[in-house]
């Protein structure tokens, strides 16, 4: 089925650990996000990428790092995971042309002991 | 800096009812784009509704428009004739045309319809 998908939908890890969560969209969107949901917070931008091999910082990327080395692809990794980055983390995408219209993955939620 | 902000953290509202959810923004681009997202308890972040900012009328789509009033710098959702699925957490968003990759949010605000 087309959409977004994330992937795994939880992780549970330890404080130090290196941790990859998937994202994948099959519409060929040129953007693709990744978000965290914080109570109180709402949603804060980590990175996004404007096509394969252009990525940019959000307003709270330390402690993450991404690529795209493909447009369908864009995975976020926590390179030595800390509690702060307990939460749910949303992948989303928008093609160029509709750019309002932001789909949204179902989330991972990610736990850090 | 864009800031959307949402003061309304919970609400609930009888079934049939209509509801205002309310957001302000504050950006000096003029420039904008602001949005709408239900999150359900499945966690899923629908896309519900978009305003430009020089749009001339306020945007509707189904159940739901949005009361866009730019002096003010609000811009509220309202649904009309609420069902239980309406139930969900909302969130108000909002993008601008330089950086216009970047969407802000605020916090969110839960509705609970009451049957």
């Known amino acids: 089925d087309a959409g977004i998908t994330q992937s795994p939908r939880y992780k549970i890890t330890e404080t130090g650990r290196q941790v990859t969560l998937m994202c994948h969209q099959t519409w060929s969107h040129s953007y693709m996000f990744w978000y965290r949901q914080d109570l109180g917070h709402g949603l804060r931008l980590i990175y996004y990428?404007?096509?394969?091999?252009?990525?940019d910082k959000g307003e709270v990327p330390d402690g993450y790092v991404v690529s795209r080395s493909k447009t369908e692809n864009f995975p976020l990794t926590l390179e030595s995971a800390t509690r702060s980055q307990t939460s749910v983390y949303f992948c989303?995408?928008?093609?160029?042309?509709?750019?309002?219209?932001?789909?949204f993955g179902s989330g991972t939620q990610l736990s850090v002991l | 800096a864009q800031k959307i902000t949402q003061t309304q953290p919970g609400m609930f509202v009888q079934e049939k009812e209509a509801v205002t959810l309310d957001c302000t923004y504050d950006t000096s681009d003029p420039s904008y784009g602001l949005f709408w997202y239900k999150q359900p308890s499945s966690g899923e972040m629908i896309f519900l509704i978009y305003q430009g900012s020089y749009d001339q009328q306020n945007a509707t789509e189904g159940r739901y428009s949005l009361n866009f009033q730019k002096a003010r710098k609000s811009a509220n959702l309202v649904i009309s004739a609420s069902q239980l699925g309406d139930s969900a957490m909302y969130f108000c968003?909002?993008?601008?045309?330089?950086?216009?990759?970047?969407?802000?949010f605020g916090t969110g605000t839960r509705l609970t319809i009451i049957p």
């Open positions: 968003a909002m993008r601008v045309l330089r950086g216009y990759e970047k969407l802000t």
């Open positions: 990428s404007a096509a394969a091999d252009i990525t």
């Open positions: 989303a995408s928008s093609s160029a042309s509709d750019i309002e219209k932001l789909f």
